[in-house]
């Protein structure tokens, strides 16, 4: 295994390796630590089953998120604001449409390599962001640590680390915002599963305004239908599995996210119009999670927080 940097466009990209199977993961430090593009391998082949854009004219031109760290809140905050102990926070409104602040802040931000190594069976990249508490709305101090780690088995393991800097509570969610593919394929040659026990029923400003049962753990085969939807891993524990089904090439993608208390128990599934991927994101909590507090983490002051999630392919 190897790590190497390359131009990507105006950005430095780092790209961790396996010469031998074809299998990369490649990552833009300066904006937002995303992973543009994953290649996996399947049958004895590389299959790309992410790509955020093979320019970087094509990959900021890209309006929703593209593999995004959504923190320190995910999806919607109505309106941009929330109460926390007894004050009341105003954020910068950033879906205009729809007037509310959305996927946090970090996502287009600069991160500092720490650390990276590789050896015969896996390559690591350590990456950190460091919030002192100016941004608008959101006064309270923390550092962001992902470590990216591609193995010769186990493809992508990604791992959240969050520390409370402050000298108070931090209010957090958090979640990754990948979209997944198979070359030449769209979801009417798709199937998906998870374990979900309900989904959320969304207002006019895609905030959820109920629930209802859905039935996780089977086969939803996504031809001629689509997905948008927030969905709950209620009383589940361990590893949560959202299985994609590729009919054609008879290969599958697993995007795996550990589950249980303050962990990753909601996941939003999202097919987009032009149908040719699909947003599979795990999350630490719901939309509008500062004012409802469903899934909210509250860190006190010096308190870590861990949390992991990866991707397959087999």
């Not at 295994?1 to 390359?6: C, E, G, P, S, T």
């Not at 089953?49 to 919607?76: I, K, Q």
């Not at 009341?88 to 959305?102: G, K, R, S, V, Y």
């Amino acid at each position: 295994m190897q790590i190497k940097k390359q131009s990507f466009g105006k950005f430095e990209e780092y790209v961790l390796e396996n010469p031998l199977t074809g299998e990369a993961v490649y990552i833009l430090p300066a904006y937002g630590g995303v992973v543009r593009k994953i290649s996996l391998s399947a049958k004895g082949q590389p299959f790309t089953v992410l790509n955020a854009g093979e320019t970087d004219t094509e990959f900021l031109a890209d309006s929703f998120y593209p593999s995004a760290l959504l923190f320190p809140w995910v999806n919607r905050t109505r309106d941009g604001k929330y109460t926390f102990e007894g004050k009341e926070h105003q954020l910068p409104i950033n879906e205009t449409n729809l007037n509310n602040a959305i996927h946090g802040f970090v996502c287009k931000l600069p991160f500092s390599i720490t650390k990276n190594t590789s050896d015969e069976s896996s390559a690591e990249l350590f990456l950190e962001y460091r919030h002192e508490g100016d941004f608008e709305g959101f006064p309270f101090p923390f550092s962001i640590e992902i470590q990216y780690t591609l193995t010769s088995s186990e493809g992508l393991h990604i791992t959240h680390l969050i520390k409370n800097t402050g000298k108070g509570n931090l209010p957090m969610g958090l979640g990754w915002h990948p979209y997944f593919q198979f070359d030449d394929e769209t979801a009417d040659d798709w199937k998906v599963r998870f374990p979900a026990k309900y989904q959320y029923i969304s207002d006019s400003q895609m905030i959820p305004a109920g629930r209802e049962p859905f039935a996780g753990g089977e086969w939803y085969d996504l031809s001629g239908q689509t997905l948008d939807n927030v969905f709950a891993l209620e009383n589940f524990e361990g590893i949560c599995k959202t299985e994609l089904y590729s009919k054609k090439k008879d290969i599958t993608l697993e995007v795996w996210q550990e589950a249980g208390p303050q962990k990753h128990n909601f996941i939003v599934v999202f097919v987009p119009n032009e149908r040719n991927r699909i947003a599979i994101e795990p999350m630490t909590a719901n939309t509008n999670a500062l004012n409802s507090g469903e899934g909210l983490i509250v860190l006190k002051a010096g308190e870590e927080y861990q949390v992991s999630c990866g991707v397959k392919l087999y």
